[in-house]
Every structure is written in C-alpha cells, then in structure tokens.
C-alpha cells in the first residue's frame, strides 16, 4: 500500500479494518446514481482496468458498484498466461472474468499481440517465420478459446505504430512483416466470432501522425476485408494538456465505419496534487469523456485503475501520480463528479454541477479533523451552505474556514467572507475537528 496523507494520525487507530472504513469519503447525495448505471442509461460503457487479486474489500465494492465493464489491467498479457512455454496460468484472469460476470459487467481482454510483457520463452527465442506464425496463431486460439463468448471485446493488436506513424519495430513486425495485424485480426474472429476486435494505442487520441497511421491502416484492413470492429485510444494523458482534437479524431474514425473506445485512461499530474490541479484534472476528464459522449459509435471510456492507489503512473514516471478519479483512500475526487456530468448526471448535486465531499483526514482515540471540499465542474457559486446528519453522536467542536454550528446531530456550515466564490472548474475546502466515540461513520452531505 502507498504511503497516506501527511498528517494522517492512523497509527493510533485500533485496526486494519477499521482504519479502511474510517478513511472513506461519501459524495454530497446519497440519490447520486453508481456511474455504471449513468453510461447504461446512454448505451456507454464506463470500465476500469483491475488488479484481479484486489477485488474484495473497499475496492471490489467500488470497482462492482460503479463500473459496468472491466480490463485485466496485466492478467490476460502472454507473459502472465503463459510464463512457461505450454504451462498456463489462467487464475488471476479467470477470477477477473468471474467477477464481472457476477456483477453484470463486460470484460474487455488485452492484449493479445505486443511487444511488451511477454514470457521470456517467446522473446529470447529465435524463430524462423513459420514457426513464430505458429506460434501466434496457438496463443490466440488458446486464449480467445478459453474465454470464448464471455468477452465483449478485445484488444488484438496493441500498440503497433512509433510517434511518427511508422509501424514498431517488434519481434511481430520484423518477423512477420506488418500482415501480422491482419492474421491475427483473422485468428481472433475464428476464435471467438461475438467478440468485436480492436487496435489499440496510445497518443492517438488526437489527429496527429500516428492516429493518421492508425487511420490508413483500419481503411486498408476494412477494404481487404480482415475483420476489425474498433480502435482504442489508450489516452494515457497529462493534466492541461488534452488534444482539441479529440472529438474530431473519434468522429473520422466512425466515419470509417468501426467503433472507438477510450480504454486505458488517466490523467497525470506532477505531484502534490493541488486544488487547482484537481479541478483541471475534472475539466478534463470532463472534456475526454463528453467527446466520446458525443459519438455514437464511441462504445464508452475505460479507465487505467479507479483509484491512486492502483495506477502505474509513480512506478513509471517518478514525481507524478493522482491520475484516477479516486484518491488512494477511494474518496471520489473532482475528476469522478466530472465523469458522471459527462455520462449526463449531475455530478453529486440534483442539476447545478456542484458538489460536496466529506473526508476524515485524521483521527485519534477520541476526535478527527474532517474535511469538506465544494467542487464545481459546469456551473459556479458565488455562495455556499453544506450540512449533514451525524449518527453515531459526533459533535464538531472547532471549524476553518467555514462557519459552522451543530443542532442536535445536524451540522450546518456556511462559507467564510474569503471563500464564498468557487469558479466552474474549482474548488474550496474548509476544515473542522469533532468528537467521536464508539463509531465514526461518513454522513451525506448535502450542497444548497
Ligand atoms: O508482478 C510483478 C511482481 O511479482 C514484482 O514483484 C513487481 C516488481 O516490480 O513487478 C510486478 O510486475 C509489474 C506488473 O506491472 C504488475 O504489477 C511490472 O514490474 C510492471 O512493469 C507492470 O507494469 C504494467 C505496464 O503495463 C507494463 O508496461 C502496468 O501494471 C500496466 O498497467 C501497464 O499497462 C499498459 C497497458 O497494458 C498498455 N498501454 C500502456 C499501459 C501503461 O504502461
């Protein structure tokens, strides 16, 4: 597990257990519908990529309750199937797949053909063309067989093109030459013929070289008749810095008659994350999102893991993080809110666009600091007013930057004179210290 906030006063909590469910977040209405079912109402889907060993706890509920499709995020790679040369290991796949299907959910399979995460076998062997085309073929009847006609989708190909739109020099391409896209596109239909195939990459989200490769090579495919549903843009992208393009680029290729969907996104940031970061973030995921929302043949948007605490960004990029729509203590950030407005929700509130968080970030035996943050995405306050039910006999003794008064279990708390205004695509926070004993559950907050 990752390090947790500073400040955070957890070693003074009783347990493991207990330390999860104090350290959740509840979004301003409890009426707020899971995303899963905002993307079904519009015919979308939202999915997550998953760590097939995580699903219990907090993050199986989170990953069930919202999303209604899920990628293996590493489960399905050839390295991970098969790691010895005709010994399989389905275990963290299967149990990925089974997960899904008890919670109703798509499973999107990636990847099949790659240059990256393969068993060493294949990599540091060395093989004459027809043995390695053998070889391609067994790995794709084998493993679109096993899962034949629980998949929606697969990724076949995966990220066959350089920056510059000419195609990767791999182990498939220098062997093969590049009709081993259109073989194994071919394979996987007669392997599974329900699920629709996909090439997939990353900067191709825009119209630039490389998405234009992407392009000519889909119309070439179509117009040679090898089986090739859609393409996925992997949309592995930077706070600030999402192409205008993005509408326009999904747009030409359903022009070209094949789905699109976004399927590994995320947006990094330099950490820390900060309030104006976290609010640019939204807007853009808002923007990523809405474009696909835009096209009915973009099938939906996946994103690269739900939560901080599961993102290949840190390992990868040192000093960046916080790309998910939720924290690493599964607090849903303002990119989630944004999410959902874009799937047509209101984003935690009934229609203006705003929304209130309730976190603890700190507790000890006998009070915890809280905090609340009013985030907007859409829509603007020049004023605003939160309350919310206590339980469980919390009383809050000492408020910043907020003015606060409890009556009863009701706690109600108005903006100070500094901090009224939040700006569409911003946020405040203010912060308190409360009592608690016995429990100290997360209420419903409520905006407005
Ligand atoms: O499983 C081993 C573990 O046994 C070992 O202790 C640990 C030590 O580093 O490594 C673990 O393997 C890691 C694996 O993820 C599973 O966590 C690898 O080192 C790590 O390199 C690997 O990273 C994956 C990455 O692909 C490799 O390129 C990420 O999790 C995965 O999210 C990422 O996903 C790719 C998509 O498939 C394609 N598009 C880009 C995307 C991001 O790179």
């Not at 393969?118 to 060395?126: R, S, V, Y």
């Not at 084998?142 to 350089?162: C, H, I, M, Q, S």
């Not at 996925?232 to 509408?247: F, M, Y």
């Amino acid at each position: 597990m990752r390090s947790r906030r500073p400040g955070l006063l957890v070693s003074l909590l009783a347990g493991a257990a207990t330390v999860g469910a104090l350290l959740t977040a509840a979004p301003a209405h409890a009426a707020d519908p899971p995303l899963r079912d905002l993307a079904d109402a519009r015919g979308k889907v939202v999915g997550t990529a998953v760590t097939g060993s995580k699903l219990t706890g907090t993050y199986g509920e989170v990953a069930g309750r919202e999303f209604n499709s899920l990628t293996p995020g590493n489960a399905m790679k050839w390295g991970s199937v098969e790691p010895v040369r005709g010994r399989h290991d389905w275990a963290e796949a299967d149990r990925i797949v089974a997960f899904a299907e008890a919670h109703g959910q798509q499973v999107r399979g990636h990847t099949l053909v790659w240059h990256s995460q393969n068993p060493g076998w294949l990599t540091d062997g060395t093989w004459t063309r027809d043995e390695l085309s053998a070889v391609l073929n067994d790995h794709i009847d084998t493993e679109v067989g096993r899962y034949k006609g629980r998949l929606a989708a697969w990724d076949v190909v995966n990220e066959p093109f350089e920056e510059d739109g000419t195609y990767r020099r791999t182990l498939w391409y220098d062997t093969l030459g590049p009709d081993y896209i259109a073989q194994a596109l071919t394979r996987a239909r007669a392997a599974d013929p329900g699920a629709d195939l996909y090439i997939n990459d990353y900067n191709v989200e825009g119209v630039n070289a490389k998405s234009t490769a992407l392009y000519d090579l889909v119309k070439s495919l179509k117009e040679r008749g090898v089986p090739v549903d859609g393409v996925g843009l992997q949309a592995h992208l930077i706070v600030g810095q999402v192409p205008s393009t993005v509408r326009q680029n999904i747009q030409r290729f359903a022009d070209l008659g094949v789905d699109v969907a976004i399927t590994e996104l995320d947006i990094r940031m330099q950490l820390p994350a900060t309030e104006a970061k976290l609010a640019q973030q939204a807007a853009d995921y808002r923007s990523v999102v809405s474009a696909c929302a835009a096209v009915d043949r973009c099938t939906g948007v996946t994103v690269w893991g739900f939560t901080d605490s599961d993102s290949w960004i840190p390992d990868t990029f040192p000093g960046e993080g916080a790309a998910t729509p939720y924290d690493e203590n599964y607090a849903p950030k303002p990119a989630y809110h944004a999410i959902a407005q874009a799937l047509g929700g209101g984003g935690g509130q009934p229609a203006d666009g705003c929304t209130a968080t309730y976190g603890v970030t700190g507790q000890w035996n006998t009070g915890f600091t809280g905090q609340v943050r009013i985030s907007c995405a859409g829509a603007s306050l020049a004023s605003w007013k939160v309350s919310w039910t206590y339980g469980e006999g919390q009383r809050v003794s000492q408020a910043w930057n907020a003015t606060c008064a409890q009556s009863g279990a009701v706690v109600t708390c108005g903006n100070a004179a500094w901090n009224g205004t939040v700006p569409d695509g911003g946020s405040v926070t203010f912060g308190f210290n409360a009592s608690w004993s016995g429990s100290n559950g997360v209420p419903v907050v409520t905006l407005g």
